[in-house]
């Protein structure tokens, strides 16, 4: 499986842009990068995915180099409700066309008033 | 529209039980993923079941056993329960095909004693 690498921590201030770094030098090239947050023990809420292209909706946008070793997730004006574990995931075939999602640690990111 | 559905939201079980988490995915979602998540870790991957058939299993013992019904919910069965069975169960459904993103429900908190 293909791993990541993410800072376990972060700081950013409210109402400035939140850059979220993760490397992933051992993606294959179908594999997708996912993005998810986790707020304090609730169920982790899906943020944006992506393959080559860099990708935006209403929550964030997502930045992949072009080698797609490496991505940063963005919220562009952090508030204090972004304060929050952000998972960077690979996502890897389960069997076939099913998929699983391999978690690591992830960055819990504090967004300070 | 309603979201991912885990019933009960906490549950208090001895050594040696068993338990049986259940979840309703999101309306026209065919396939359901469970995940555990212990105190300080990412979610880790158990089982995947898409049209009833189990289509993916991490790495985790017998004890733990799931299936899914023909109206696409699903139930997590642990046997022999352990003090480490502790954890955030999570669900998770998702359109079938190559490209679904898994939505996840609130969690069932599970604390073995």
């Known amino acids: 499986d293909a791993k990541t690498t993410q800072p376990p921590s972060m700081d950013c201030a409210e109402g400035r842009a939140a850059n979220l770094p993760c490397n992933h030098s051992?993606?294959?090239?179908?594999?997708?990068v996912y993005w998810y947050r986790q707020i304090h023990s609730q169920g982790p809420q899906y943020i944006i995915h992506?393959?080559?292209n860099n990708e935006t909706n209403e929550m964030a946008s997502l930045i992949i180099t072009e080698d797609r070793k490496s991505s940063t997730l963005i919220l562009p004006h952090a508030t204090l409700r972004d304060t929050a574990v952000y998972y960077c995931i690979v996502r890897v075939s389960s069997g076939g066309s099913n998929y699983k999602l391999t978690f690591g640690k992830g960055t819990l990111l504090t967004v300070n008033p | 529209d309603a979201g991912v559905t885990q019933s009960p939201t906490h549950l208090i079980k001895t050594r040696g039980q068993h338990v049986t988490l259940r979840c309703s995915p999101i309306?026209?979602?065919?396939?359901v993923s469970w995940y555990q998540q212990v105190l300080g870790q990412g979610p880790q991957f158990i089982f995947q079941y898409y049209e009833k058939e189990e289509r993916g299993r991490g790495n985790f013992p017998d004890r733990f056993s799931a299936r899914q019904f023909p109206n696409y919910s699903s139930e997590l069965n642990v046997n022999a329960l352990l003090l480490g069975d502790s954890a955030l169960y999570l669900c998770?459904?998702?359109?079938?095909?190559?490209?679904?993103?898994?939505?996840f429900g609130p969690g069932t908190r599970l604390l073995v004693l």
């Open positions: 998770a459904s998702s359109l079938p095909g190559g490209r679904e993103t898994q939505y």
């Open positions: 992506g393959l080559k």
């Open positions: 051992t993606i294959s090239g179908n594999e997708y």
């Open positions: 309306s026209g979602h065919k396939s």
